[in-house]
């Protein structure tokens, strides 16, 4: 059998067997519950809640804005995260992109598209942060696109895949300093729709410095959006 078919058999094998146990949590193996954490785990989180930036969330004593929002503002107007990107759900956005835990992934937007209708101000389309053709092909989905879809059905903003894409592949963010993430992302993502008195919301599992985000914002400012909301499942503190 090719390689590939192999990989084929082995993923619908383990898929299979997946659908043939007891749900259990992913954290704690508790077994019984309909969702990927059991409340226990779920409740456990570490929620984002303390007084924060009201533009990238970075902690601030009073709730102000934070130095590098108020000398360089970012392109985004502001950013709506759920956790902190540290232990447990560090592993469980891994686990999400690399495993394709649907039940969790689902559970994840679920909440996502519910703190979203709480909010005041509504949007006019969900974009989510594209990848580009060689990483979706690698990958075979993109998470933060399941992560619009489900946030467009339980809002009814529309949803667009095809304004923003991305151009080339840049390498990956982690391995490269903030001057070489800023170079590296140059140019990676085009529009091909005139967004004028556009606002948007642009998704993504995790923001980490936020230049990635950024820079797919200051893409789409510069075709007219009018604002441009980040959402993401978690964000990290920033490091500069
Ligand atoms: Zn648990
Ligand atoms: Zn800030």
Redesign the pocket.
């Given at each position: 059998m090719r390689e590939w078919a192999l990989k084929w058999a082995q993923e619908r094998a383990r898929a299979w067997g997946n659908a043939l146990l007891p749900p259990v949590?992913l954290?704690?193996?508790?077994s019984g519950g309909h969702q990927p954490?059991?409340p226990?785990?779920q409740n456990d989180l570490p929620a984002l809640s303390a007084p924060c930036c009201p533009i990238c969330l970075e902690a601030t004593p009073y709730g102000e804005r934070c130095g590098a929002c108020l000398v360089h503002p970012p392109h985004f107007d502001r950013v709506f995260a759920l956790y902190h990107y540290v232990f447990p759900v560090d592993r469980l956005i891994h686990e999400l992109k690399y495993s394709a835990q649907f039940a969790l992934a689902r559970r994840w937007r679920q909440e996502l598209a519910t703190r979203l209708v709480t909010q005041p101000h509504r949007a006019d389309r969900i974009l989510p942060l594209p990848l580009h053709d060689e990483r979706l092909a690698e990958r075979g989905y993109n998470q933060a696109q399941e992560i619009a879809r489900a946030l467009s059905r339980a809002t009814g903003i529309a949803l667009d895949t095809q304004s923003l894409s991305k151009c080339r592949a840049t390498r990956p963010q982690s391995e490269s300093s903030l001057k070489e993430r800023r170079r590296n992302l140059k140019n990676a993502f085009a529009c091909q729709t005139d967004l004028s008195g556009q606002r948007l919301l642009l998704v993504d599992d995790v923001l980490t410095t936020g230049t990635t985000l950024n820079e797919a914002a200051r893409v789409l400012k510069l075709h007219g959006a009018e604002e441009v909301t980040a959402l993401v499942v978690a964000r990290t503190p920033k490091h500069h």
């Open positions: 949590c954290l704690c193996g508790a954490l059991c226990a785990c």
